[in-house]
């Protein structure tokens, strides 16, 4: 079974604070990764996607990748109230379109 | 934006019966895609579609489980015979083609439809 692992939280971080969100992952041949945002009851919304080792930028968001340690990781500076929400790593392997997900890490930014 | 759209938004099915839902991809998309997401739980690939045809499927796509492009622009996934467990959030995905090492693009979601099977 490939697997996908995030710590569900809550990560509870104060509004302007950093929060890093963490995934790991079994499967070495996983080839493209994406961070999505889920408000509760709402559908994934795309943040973030990422190929190649190293970091990606893009506004207030940064998504790290590290294949050789199995880990992809988001980053949000300066967080607002307004990111509260469960963020989805989802990735898929080399053998498929499917996108396989973790179960999400709730993220709380308080005021 | 483009954005992918589905309908309903709910519906509600006794045990038993057929249930259709509909998506509409990004018009420029070649790949579609069904998710679900029971409650509380992850979200679950069911099925990818290219070219007309299935091109992946999870176990979870059994026999009750079935897609189509009826026309140039609709995709529907149909559930046979439903059950009290097929209750759930359906997503449907599409995506455009990659090329190379970046063939995997993202996949863009509808807000999905709730599905309650009573």
């Known amino acids: 079974q490939k697997e996908v692992e995030q710590n569900s939280g809550p990560l509870s971080v104060p509004e302007g604070a950093i929060a890093s969100l963490n995934c790991t992952y079994s499967?070495?041949?996983?080839?493209?990764f994406f961070w999505y945002r889920q408000y509760s009851g709402k559908s994934p919304e795309l943040i973030m996607f990422?190929?190649?080792?190293g970091d990606k930028e893009d506004g207030r968001f940064t998504a790290q990748l590290n294949k050789a340690s199995q880990y992809v990781s988001l980053l949000i500076r300066d967080s607002q109230p307004s990111d509260s929400a469960t963020y989805l790593c989802?990735?898929?392997?080399?053998?498929?379109?499917?996108?396989?997900f973790g179960k999400g890490t709730s993220l709380l930014v308080t005021p | 934006e483009p954005e992918v759209t589905q309908t309903p938004s709910h519906q509600v099915t006794q045990m038993g019966q057929e249930v259709i839902l509909r998506c509409v991809p990004i018009?420029?998309?070649?790949?579609f895609y069904w998710y679900r997401q029971i409650l509380g739980q992850k979200v679950e690939f069911l099925v990818s579609?290219?070219?007309?045809?299935?091109?992946?499927k999870s176990e979870i796509f059994d026999d009750q489980f079935s897609v189509e492009r009826p026309d140039g622009s609709n995709f529907t996934l149909k559930i046979r015979s439903t059950k009290l467990e097929d209750s759930a959030m359906y997503f449907c995905?599409?995506?455009?083609?990659?090329?190379?090492?970046?063939?995997?693009?993202?996949?863009?979601f509808g807000d999905g439809t709730r599905l309650s099977i009573l």
């Open positions: 995905a599409s995506t455009g083609r990659g090329q190379g090492a970046r063939r995997y693009q993202p996949q863009h």
């Open positions: 499967d070495r041949g996983s080839q493209s």
């Open positions: 990422i190929y190649s080792n």
């Open positions: 989802a990735l898929n392997s080399n053998s498929g379109y499917a996108l396989n």
């Open positions: 018009s420029n998309h070649l790949y």
């Open positions: 579609f290219y070219n007309n045809e299935i091109s992946e």
